[in-house]
């Protein structure tokens, strides 16, 4: 009698993982290899040091700003956007009713947000909020992610998934889906605030992420997360809305992405890479068996933290990490003079370091990938 239960037990089981209706549908596609914690990313503890700032109680701060006082701003799971003052205290500002990602100061003082929820919007000094761009090209803005503005005033902002709706799902849940789907639901947008107009710029990415100008604003620097990669896309003359890989093969999952100094460009790596999702990659039916497993043993972020500098031609200037996890699931890096301020996508505090930038520590050599210098 137990037999023939465990056996139809089994049998339901069986008929669930193969036939039980999911929301993805995953496509084939080969991941890069992985280099690992290897060459480009020899793995080390530059990050297990640093200073955490306490946000009491509040979550997730995912992107930050700096205005012309020196405040950093930053945008948190709650809605929320407060500011860290240069004295270190922490001010109260707006809540956009939605989920703040990507936030940029325009050259008026607005700032300007990438919520997840809302789209585009527009926030002035006074702390009115605007909605700029909720819809494009006939297409709901499902999860505006991160935004950068060129020196022309125009606004460059992901799209990061245009099945997978952050509202519905969540945003963290939204990724999930989108990564394991892998079917290019991601797009790039143009906004022209003078004309009130927005554009696909380019689309097709597996969940199109971190945004940043190039330094000379003939570029749009672009993080194509479920591709382990950073794309630049051009934003001028004949060659606009075409892209060139920056970067590929990275050894985790790359968040924002922003300006540094001598060059560089900062992004954060919110998690390693999973094994099983690169191994099942060519199968989009195994990938399907996946998301029908409870949640708890589907693959998902670690908390690992790891943030890194490169040249606009992908080389590796500083690999800073922080693998006991002590702050995790890093989404980016800010330097503010000396210090480099670390974003997350859920812990409970702002981070910082000394900015490598301004102070011997370890850089990467392109020929070899072997440390140099030390420690700050």
């Known amino acids: 009698m137990i037999k023939k239960s465990l056996l139809s037990l089994s049998a339901v089981l069986v008929v669930y993982l193969l036939t039980w209706p999911v929301e993805v549908e995953p496509v084939a596609w080969q991941a890069p290899e992985n280099l690992g914690y290897t060459e480009r990313f020899a793995q080390n503890q530059q990050l297990s040091q640093l200073h955490r700032i306490e946000l009491d109680g509040d979550i997730g701060p995912e992107d930050f700003a700096l205005d012309d006082n020196q405040n950093i701003y930053f945008s948190l799971a709650s809605g929320d956007i407060k500011y860290l003052d240069p004295k270190g205290k922490i001010h ?42 909720d819809i494009v090209d006939g297409i709901k803005v499902n999860y505006a992610d991160d935004v950068d503005i060129s020196d022309n005033g125009k606004i460059y902002f992901s ?69 382990y990669r950073i794309l630049k896309v051009a934003v001028e ?44 990659s060519g199968s989009g039916f195994a990938r399907k068996i996946i998301q029908r497993l409870p949640a708890f043993m589907r693959p998902k972020a670690q908390h690992f933290g790891h943030v890194v500098a490169i040249t606009e031609d992908g080389v590796v200037k500083h690999n800073l990490q922080d693998p006991l996890g002590m702050y995790g699931q890093t989404t980016g890096a800010l330097e503010v003079g000396n210090q480099l ?24 050599t392109p020929e070899n990938g072997e440390q140099v210098g030390s420690q700050p």
């Open 92 to 133: 109260a500002w707006v809540n956009t009713g939605g989920r703040p990602l990507g936030i940029e100061f325009d050259g008026q003082g607005n700032l300007i947000v990438a919520d997840a929820y809302n789209g585009l919007l527009k926030i002035d000094v006074n702390g009115k909020i605007e909605t700029l761009v």
């Open 159 to 227: 799209d990061a998934s245009t099945k997978f709706h952050a509202k519905k799902y969540g945003t963290y849940g939204a990724s999930l889906l989108d990564i394991n789907e892998h079917g290019g639901h991601g797009r790039l947008i143009e906004y022209d605030p003078a004309t009130k107009t927005a554009i696909t710029l380019a689309s097709g990415f597996n969940f199109a992420n971190g945004v940043t100008m190039s330094h000379d604003n003939q570029w749009v620097l672009m993080n194509e997360t479920g591709h």
């Open 237 to 280: 003359g004949e060659n606009k809305g075409q892209y060139q890989v920056v970067i590929d093969g990275l050894p985790g999952f790359p968040d924002n992405i922003n300006q540094g100094s001598n060059g560089l460009y900062w992004f954060g790596m919110v998690s390693p890479r999973s094994k099983p999702l690169d191994m099942l």
């Open 341 to 364: 301020y670390i974003s997350s996508l859920h812990e409970t505090a702002l981070a910082k370091t000394l900015n490598p930038n301004m102070a011997n520590t370890v850089e990467v």
